[in-house]
Each structure stands twice: as C-alpha cells, then as structure tokens.
C-alpha cells in the first residue's frame, strides 16, 4: 500500500480514537459519537428514521471487519492493514467503488447536514470533530484551503465536493490533492486561527 495512503490511515485512526487508548471499539470510542451526532437533531426531522441505530449499526460493522484479530478492539496496525484490500477494491471496481462512495459517505453527509441544505457549514464539521474529542480551531481555515482548489466560497461545502474529497482521501496518493487535508485540525501554517 503506497505509504501517504498508510500516513493519512495512521492519522484517520487517531481522529477515531476518542480514548486515546491506541484501539478502537464502539464502546469505547465510537457510542459516544453517534450519540452525539443524533442529538444534534433533537427536534428536528432526521434524514433517517433510526439514525442513532444506523449510526452505531455502521460503527459496529466498520470495527468487526476491521478487526482482524478478533479480540474486540482494533489497534492502528489493523486499521491501516484493513484498508489494503479496500484500496484493491477501489482500483479493481472503479465504477462499483464510486457508487459505494456515493451512498455511504453521502448518507454520512446527511447525517451531518442539519439543516439538510446539500451544503455543511463550519459548524457542521466541528460539530462532527467535538464528538470525537478533536479541537476544532483549524477546522475552518483548512475547509477554507480545500474548497479553494474548487474555486468555492471558504466556508459552504457541497455534497458533491465532500464526497470528491473523501475518494481523494481515502484512495488518491497524490501529494497535491486537496482531500488529504479532511482530517487535519492543526491551523495551516498560512493562516490565523
């Protein structure tokens, strides 16, 4: 697996682990976020009818296939090697894996979409970094950094970009695209947070 896939891997894992423990669980790490996450629509309609259950059902599957060991929690080695054959997927099914992206990073969109506009706002995306625990300063001026590689407002991300951005993330190795900074939270270097 090409290394900056194995960096930004490593780096996904410790934005997951809300312990700081070095494994993932849904105990432990991911209840606490989908509990979170659903609250954030109290009183409101939600895209999905059983959110927190879709939520905690997607986290529990996510951690059984992950761990590979199967003892119940998944350490940064499992993480990262787990993502090997998804990679092989990826570049085998091209078409297959971009429709996958599509749903499920999209149903995730929705559920970070409060106000169910197609477009996360700043606010949208702390939210989701303070349910696991992350600091939420940089938060904006990276948003900013990435929608300016498309030529968008610094502060309104489309679906369609989120979900470009995520596929850039997860699969594209290139060291100038702009998804490899979607889990970073430090300040940029060039800007004043």
């Known amino acids: 697996m090409d290394p900056e896939l194995q960096r930004r891997y490593r780096q996904l894992f410790r934005f997951y682990d809300v312990q700081g423990d070095g494994s993932l669980s849904v105990e432990g790490d991911f209840q606490q976020v989908a509990e979170a996450l659903a609250a954030r629509w109290q009183h409101r309609n939600t895209p999905f009818p059983d959110m927190l259950g879709l939520l905690l059902g997607t986290y529990a599957h ?53 106000d169910c506009d197609g477009v996360l706002e700043v606010g949208d995306l702390e939210a989701y970094a303070a349910a696991y625990r992350k600091p939420t300063e940089g938060i904006r001026a990276n948003l900013a950094r990435m929608l300016a590689a498309f030529a968008l407002p610094p502060d309104r991300l489309p679906r369609q970009v989120f979900l470009t951005l995520v596929e850039q993330y997860w699969f594209d190795p290139s060291p100038d695209v702009p998804g490899r900074w ?12």
């Open 62 to 114: 996510e951690s059984e296939r992950r761990d590979l060991n199967h003892d119940g929690v998944v350490d940064e080695l499992e993480f990262v090697d787990s993502h090997a054959p998804v990679v092989q997927a990826f570049l085998g099914m091209r078409p297959q894996a971009e429709a996958f992206i599509a749903r499920a990073a999209g149903a995730f969109f929705d559920c970070l979409d409060l």
């Open 182 to 193: 979607l889990f970073t939270l430090d300040c940029p270097t060039d800007a004043s947070c």
